[in-house]
């Protein structure tokens, strides 16, 4: 079989009604039965039923997304799937990753991200931060960009993810980021458009959630992990408890580095890098840092056989 990696997406590709398609198998159900035990709630009903304003929630959302991302995975491999050479996760998605590396238990890792998404959205009020995905180019423009506002504005406004070689995600105060766009603009940016997100993820403003974070994962049982993880902040494979709780911790205040990610997937010889999780919006992206990636997405019953089929 094709050496692979696994890679799981963060918040943006949920939707009410995702994991449906598998019915009642059982990876998928007992994966919503450890959810809801480890969260006092039934994860399982909230996907299934919404209400997708409730599903959008960042506590919501955050959780859901690696509980959805661990079912497709369980499933992947009680369908007779192997495991990937190696895993990596866009932002939220690296706890994912872990979790599937064997790095943290899936009972430890759902109220982690919880108090994860408590503590970014409690950062910074709402109304008072925001996000913009800049289209069209180079991330070298985009962080000169973001240094010319802040200088001209005062405010924060920061390059906070990298997705690919034309896209690049700003984030600061409101006028921080509206200075960004405006300047970005003018330097050329094809679109600069406002994301409908909560908070300022990963941007310095993150730093009180971080130092909220670390005192819990100091908590946190961490194992080494059974299969490489590259991480989102210095794009490194760690395997000390230690390091992987410090990536972790900068990881929320740090860019996310995803062309490099995927680079360095491809650098230890991974042909094919296979989206788990609801939506296609991480193959997407890998296409477009590499085309001659192979990108692909599990996510339901059959996709997983067409992987199947494409890996053999």
């Not at 094709?2 to 994966?31: E, K, Y």
């Not at 960042?58 to 497709?72: E, F, H, K, Y």
């Not at 908070?199 to 059974?226: D, G, N, Y």
């Not at 010889?269 to 590499?290: F, S, Y």
Request: neutral net charge; contains cysteine.
């Amino acid at each position: 079989m094709t050496s692979f990696a696994f890679v799981f997406p963060g918040q943006g590709s949920q939707a009410v009604g995702m994991l449906d398609a598998w019915g009642d198998h059982p990876a998928v159900r007992q994966t919503l039965a450890e959810a809801s035990a480890a969260l006092g709630e039934d994860i399982g009903a909230l996907i299934h039923a919404g209400p997708k304003e409730q599903l959008d929630l960042t506590t919501n959302t955050q959780p859901v997304m690696l509980t959805a991302g661990i079912a497709c995975y369980r499933a992947w491999r009680a369908e007779g799937g192997v495991a990937p050479a190696a895993v990596a996760g866009h932002s939220l998605g690296e706890y994912t990753a872990l979790v599937a590396a064997g790095c943290l238990s899936l009972a430890d890792a759902l109220p982690l991200v919880r108090l994860r998404a408590q503590a970014m959205q409690e950062a910074v009020p709402v109304g008072q931060g925001a996000m913009a995905a800049i289209l069209g180019l180079d991330a070298a423009t985009v962080r000169a960009g973001c240094a010319e506002a802040a200088a001209a504005s005062g405010e924060v406004v920061e390059a906070v993810n990298f997705n690919d070689p034309k896209q690049t995600v700003i984030a600061g105060t409101k006028a921080g980021v509206e200075k960004g766009c405006e300047v970005l603009k003018a330097k050329g940016a094809k679109r600069a458009l406002p994301l409908p997100v909560s908070a300022p993820f990963h941007s310095s403003l993150m730093k009180p959630a971080a130092e909220r974070l670390k005192a819990r994962l100091a908590e946190v049982a961490i194992a080494a992990p059974t299969i490489a993880v590259v991480n989102n902040i210095d794009v490194s494979v760690a395997s000390e408890p230690a390091a992987i709780r410090d990536a972790l911790y900068r990881q929320a205040f740090g860019p996310v580095r995803w062309v490099e990610v995927v680079q360095a997937l491809r650098a230890r010889g991974l042909t094919h890098i296979i989206e788990c999780g609801p939506g296609k919006v991480l193959a997407g992206m890998v296409k477009r840092i590499d085309a001659e990636a192979v990108s692909a997405t599990v996510f339901d019953p059959a996709s997983l056989a067409e992987v199947k089929g494409l890996l053999a």
